[in-house]
């Protein structure tokens, strides 16, 4: 039994590409459980559903990626089993990844020759690459070398290198995650422009009110299942979050009316050069966190924020010492642990291999932040019991789901071991946190736990900064926000006076305070 | 005069086998795979070239050998490392110790035997001309292979689309793995590629440079054929000038002594060994700034997500 | 292929402690096929090999001589290699400790000296190692280049240092020209243990050094280091931990015992400094250090385990007239099987009936 989409049944046509009763286990894990979903012709798709709900498993079956242990795809009306990706490209079905393909050190030609098949010549496919990059509106150098292009620039060469081949069904995977607001504008340009060529298009995301504005139907999946199929411009974006989740989670509270004292965390004037050569140079960054309130800096990644955090948690030192200063004393040129025992606590964005050692039990992993500050060694010899009590305090407090008492940390879900690095940080009432991407890649009930936790910690005096790309999130929970471009960071805009057009317009470049032209603003995305 | 022209020979003769390893190494770098085994397959290629060369008593047929020697010693490296993920560098020095063993066994019936050694090349008036005659045109076909090799090198992997996949591979893995690219076969190919090349290098020796074989005669050239690699920043043309300049290096000691300078014969012997420690650190140093040439994905261990 | 890798969800136990064994096993049945094809009877060369050595008091003396310094060099080895930094060059630093002990041996030689002789040569010995390792050390802290290289070079600068020593400067005036120094004094020997055998002081220190391994990598922060910067860089540095400082410890530290080995070697049982004091024990101490498990009481135990083939090899030269190259040949093979096996504690192989092959979840 499928839900025939309701734009195809009104028109009647065939559906382009059918997948029936799709299911895909692993081990006793079963990530798509019996889904069932039509695509047609001229229509925008959206697969929506909460993070861990089966979305990526689900278009990796249709890509040819991965094999379903039942069910089958039918392309306009046939029975087809698909080896790999080129199959799927052979018939037309083009993908662009929300983790891109994509090789450094070679030029975006290259590149996208490596996604072609070997028939045409290299100075064809250079030509056709400018052409195609042209009529869409994606412009694009073909001999440039990728790692000096932004994430929006590498995005278009997925776009290209799949229009390029000409797809009847085009499958993307989050594209606005890595966008600014007008960035996204422009993307749903271009695909208002191939729905209109009579292209499927099946667009995964999480993100309701770009679904509403942009999408003719939608199937919503949650644990691996099919839950509905609906047109979201009929629902409202609670009806679809409610479809996503199940439930209504509870809105975070926000304390209201929280005491905001003195300046916890100053950045005064921060430069400095990356390490990376590839990276971003820091240019005058200052901003001020006061106990009590939590401030956020906005931004799409690769606008400095890694060296930012880098620079705030110690791991590199400031030129200065009076360039970051916690709780009043100058830590500008102190290291990480000398931070740590000034009270400061920090949680990076990537959980496995920055945050945690992913094959190291959890005790050693609360090891790893609090050997400095929280009484596990003494005299160089590691206290193991107060490591442990250190994990069952995080797992108590913060709900961390794992199979025994210690185990490796890569053995965690993505939720629970975030929840165990914030709730590692904030058991050691820091005065200062500073923590990035809070819930990325993290279930909706993770992601509420963690915001409420933050919210709590300020609310007890802590100055918290986060970093995050995820707009909704700064909304819900930050008094200010900031937003970081090209290395510098915009004075902060407060809760009452903020907006997400405004932030949109600051993550693409524009001035502070003034509203940009239209010429300006088209021009800093680059168009 | 003579003195030039027996100075450019020697020079040729020391380079060579540096250029033919680490030719065939700096293709199986650049997949991604990092083989420190190159002394126990040039050795092995020493052994092999030279056993069948007493026996057919022909340079083709012993060469032949070299080769397949080294194809075979680097088919068991990526049967582990590629197969089986195993770390690259501990792999390349079990390779390494297994190789000089496996030669010293191979070569033990054959020490103080004597071969011809390879014919040189003769064209009626150009070998004779005066100073570059004998330099240009009158050296063994290994000589000539070596340069024809790095040339091959050079268009397979800037012109060809084999040779693109194949630095997108050493790259970034991962995205080669996305796209549908056979990384473990590509790379494996690759390994036996610079085993085979290892091989001949090995083969040189006994075959073109001296006449015999001598256990260990390899003497650290694989290593150095390594640190040639990093010196090149893994570009084919680079290679030509690091071999030779090692090459150089090399025999600068035997000059020396022939020159009666007081040096101790041993401080000549180490150069070559102390200038790769010098050369490796000037590269890398200038490096730094504008980061590491290497290929992205080097030594990586990499199993696909199927 | 029908066959392909696949990564487990944690780390297989039983693998773990099985590993070594099973290495061993494969190792001994490839020796056994290779002394097939050498013409030799497979089972009285396996005897020879590894199990008469353990038959009279005079060889298990020898074996234990033969494993003091390799166990000694491979525990240095494996502080490096738990943090992923590759010291190659254990058998220079070996040479350089020797070297730098016999210095004073030399210089006392025939003098009166007292017996502060030998616990300065041990110094000496160690500094000398550890000042050699930081070569290659500080090339890759200062200015990147590779350690493999580079202590690798060195390798080879210390062999013919010591060459030129021996023959030149130092070498006996009495000693009808070969290449050697004079006996050392008994003041700068290293004392026996039992009286008729070789076994020597060596060995007890070399059992404290197990010892303060064991606890250093399993009960210190220090250790945590070593296994943190090992396991996973980014989060050592998120630690706190300095990586360059770490890398000249290791290397610091795995020299000096290297050059302590040495050194140890040259005053007990050899007694006077020559060319090959050593049968390539700073590269099979590598070997050491992986059969090991890169564990101190691991390492002890693959110690006497490859010291016993040392022996069996030499053994076998005689007896059954096998060239010593086996042993390089074992050492090889036993190499790969360990890691091989090692490997399959991460990893399992599974045979694929469909077209692809279920992998963990990536939703």
Redo the contacts between chains.
């Keep these: 039994m499928h839900d025939v989409s309701p734009q195809g049944t009104s028109l009647g046509a065939e559906p382009l590409l059918r997948a029936i009763s799709i299911t895909?286990?692993?081990?006793s894990?079963l990530?798509n459980d019996g889904i069932d979903l039509d695509l047609f012709p001229a229509e925008i798709h959206a697969l929506l559903g909460e993070?861990?709900?089966?979305?990526?498993?689900l278009v990796?079956v249709m890509y040819g990626?991965?094999?379903p242990?039942e069910g089958e795809l039918r392309w306009m009306g046939q029975k087809i089993v698909l080896?790999?990706?080129?199959e799927a490209r052979a018939l037309g079905i083009g993908m662009v990844?929300q983790h891109?393909?994509?090789?450094?050190?070679?030029t975006v030609a290259?590149n996208v020759?490596?996604?072609l098949a070997?028939t045409e010549s290299?100075t064809a496919i250079s030509e056709r690459l400018a052409e195609t990059a042209r009529l869409y509106g994606l412009p694009l150098d073909p001999k440039r070398e990728v790692w000096r292009l932004s994430v929006g620039e590498r995005q278009r060469i997925e776009i290209v290198r799949a229009l390029m081949q000409n797809p009847k069904l085009l499958i993307l995977d989050e594209p606005t995650a890595v966008l600014t607001p007008q960035e996204a504008d422009q993307l749903f340009v271009v695909l208002g422009r191939l729905k209109g060529e009579g292209r499927a298009i099946l667009y995964i995301s999480h993100k309701l009110d770009e679904v509403k504005r942009l999408c003719d139907t939608a199937t919503i999946l949650r644990g691996g299942k099919k839950v509905a199929t609906c047109t979201p411009r009929q629902e409202t974006a609670a009806s679809l979050a409610r479809m996503m989740v199940g439930a209504d989670i509870g809105a975070v509270k926000a304390a209201s009316g929280r005491d905001v004292s003195v300046p916890r965390l100053v950045i005064h004037q921060l430069s400095l050069a990356p390490d990376?050569?590839?990276g971003t140079h820091l240019d005058r960054v200052s901003l001020e966190v006061r106990g009590g309130e939590i401030v956020g800096i906005a931004g799409v990644s690769g606008n400095g924020q890694d060296e930012l955090f880098a620079a705030l948690?110690?791991?590199r030192l400031s030129p200065s010492e009076g360039a970051i200063v916690i709780d009043g004393l100058a830590a500008g040129m102190l290291?990480?642990?000398e931070r740590?025992r000034m009270g400061a606590a920090?949680v990076?964005e990537?959980r496995l291999?920055?945050?945690?050692?992913?094959?190291?039990k959890l005790s050693?992993n609360a090891?790893?932040?609090g050997?400095?500050a929280s009484g596990m060694?003494r005299r160089?010899?590691?206290d193991k019991s107060a490591t442990l009590a250190a994990v069952d305090r995080a797992t108590a407090g913060f709900d961390v789901r794992k199979a025994k008492r210690d185990?490796?940390a890569v053995?965690l879900s993505g939720g629970n071991l975030q929840k165990f690095i914030v709730g590692r940080e904030i058991l050691r009432e820091p005065g200062v946190l500073i923590v990035s991407q809070p819930t990325w890649g993290v279930d909706a009930g993770a992601a509420a736990t963690i915001r409420q936790a933050l919210i709590d910690l300020a609310g007890r005096g802590t100055a918290v900064l986060v970093v995050s790309q995820d707009l909704d999130e700064l909304l819900e929970i930050a008094d200010r926000t900031a937003v970081m471009f090209h290395g510098r960071l915009s004075a902060p805009l407060s809760a009452a006076e903020v907006t997400r057009e405004k932030l949109g317009l600051l993550m693409g470049g524009a001035k502070t305070g003034e509203e940009p032209s239209v010429e300006e603003a088209s021009h800093a995305v680059g168009a | 005069m003579l003195m030039f022209e027996a100075i450019m020979l020697s020079v040729i003769a020391a380079s060579t086998p540096l250029l033919l390893a680490a030719a065939g190494e700096l293709v199986a770098e650049r997949s991604g795979v990092l083989n420190l085994g190159l002394e126990g397959m040039m050795i092995m290629g020493a052994a092999c070239a030279f056993a069948g060369t007493y026996v057919s008593d022909s340079i083709v047929v012993g060469a032949l050998c070299g080769v397949l020697a080294g194809v075979a010693m680097s088919a068991i490296f990526a049967i582990f490392t590629l197969g089986l993920a195993v770390n690259q560098v501990a792999s390349g020095l079990a390779l390494t110790i297994l190789g000089t063993g496996l030669s010293g066994l191979i070569g033990a019936g054959f020490v103080g035997q004597r071969i011809s050694t390879a014919p040189q090349l003769h064209l009626p008036v150009l070998t004779d001309l005066p100073l570059v005659g004998r330099i240009l045109f009158g050296q063994d076909a290994f000589v000539y292979l070596s340069v024809a090799l790095v040339i091959g090198i050079w268009l397979f992997l800037y012109r060809s689309r084999a040779g693109l996949v194949l630095r997108a591979v050493g790259d970034n893995h991962t995205s080669a793995h996305a796209l549908g690219y056979p990384v473990l076969k590509i790379r494996a190919l690759a390994v036996l590629f610079g085993g085979g090349c290892a091989g001949l290098a090995g083969a040189f020796l006994p075959l073109a440079y001296t006449p015999f074989f001598i256990p260990g005669m390899t003497a650290g050239r694989g290593w150095i054929a390594l640190a040639l690699v990093v010196f090149a920043s893994w570009r084919p043309g680079r290679l030509v000038a690091g071999a030779y300049l090692f090459g150089a290096v090399s025999i600068l000691q035997l000059h020396a002594q022939a020159l009666g300078l007081g040096i101790p014969s041993q401080l000549m012997s180490s150069l070559p060994y102390l200038a790769t420690v010098i050369v490796l650190v000037l590269i890398s140093r200038t490096r730094g700034i504008a980061g590491s040439a290497a290929p992205a994905s080097l030594g990586v261990v990499f199993v696909p997500d199927r | 292929m029908p066959l392909v890798l696949e990564r487990r969800s944690e780390r297989s136990a039983t693998i773990a402690i099985a590993s070594p064994l099973i290495a061993i096993a494969l190792t001994l049945a490839t020796m056994a096929a290779l002394f097939a094809i050498l013409g030799k009877n497979p089972v009285e060369a396996l005897d020879v090999y590894f199990l008469e050595p353990l038959t009279d008091p005079y060889s298990l003396g020898e074996i234990a001589v033969k494993a003091t310094p390799l166990v000694m060099i491979a525990i240095g080895l494996s502080l490096c290699y738990i943090a992923n930094i590759w010291n190659i060059g254990a058998e220079g630093q070996f040479l350089v400790g020797a070297v730098a002990g016999s210095w004073l041996a030399v210089r006392t030689n025939g003098t009166d000296a007292g017996p502060w002789v030998l616990p300065a040569m041990l110094l000496l010995g160690a500094l000398g190692g550890a000042l050699y390792a930081l070569i290659p050390a500080i090339c890759k802290v200062r200015f990147g280049a590779s350690e493999i290289l580079t202590s690798l070079m060195l390798v080879y600068v210390a062999n013919f240092g010591l060459d030129y020593l021996v023959r030149g400067p130092w070498r006996d005036p009495h000693g009808m020209n070969f290449p050697t120094t004079a006996d050392f004094d008994p003041v700068a020997t290293v004392p026996t243990l039992i009286e008729g055998g070789r076994l020597h002081a060596g060995a007890i220190v070399t059992l404290l050094v197990v010892m303060a391994a064991t606890v250093l990598l399993g009960r210190t922060i220090m250790g945590f280091e070593i296994r943190l910067v090992g396991a996973a860089p980014k989060a050592a540095r998120f630690s706190g931990f300095n990586a360059d400082k770490l890398t000249l410890f290791t290397f610091a530290v795995s020299g000096a015992l290297a050059g302590l080995a040495g050194i140890i070697e040259v005053a007990g049982p050899v007694g006077h400094l020559q060319p090959d004091i050593s049968p390539g024990y700073g590269f099979t101490a590598i070997i050491v250090a992986f059969l090991g498990r890169l564990n101190p009481v691991g390492i002890l135990i693959a110690g006497l385990f490859l010291a016993l083939t040392f022996i069996g090899g030499e053994n076998a030269e005689i007896a059954i007239k096998v060239p010593l190259d086996l042993t390089k040949v074992f050492q090889g093979i036993l190499l790969f099987y360990v890691l091989a096996c090692d490997s399959m504690i991460i990893y399992r192989i599974r045979f694929i009936s469909t077209l692809r092959k279920p992998a963990h979840a990536d939703v």
């Design positions: 895909k286990r692993y081990g894990f990530a993070n861990g709900a089966g979305k990526s498993t990796k990626l991965i094999q242990n080896a790999g990706p080129s990844f891109f393909s994509l090789f450094e050190n070679l290259e020759a490596l996604g070997p290299f990376d050569p590839h948690s110690g791991e290291g990480v642990n740590r920090f990076p990537e291999g920055h945050g945690t050692a992913p094959r190291m050693e090891l790893l932040t050997h400095a060694v160089g010899f590691i185990p490796e053995s």
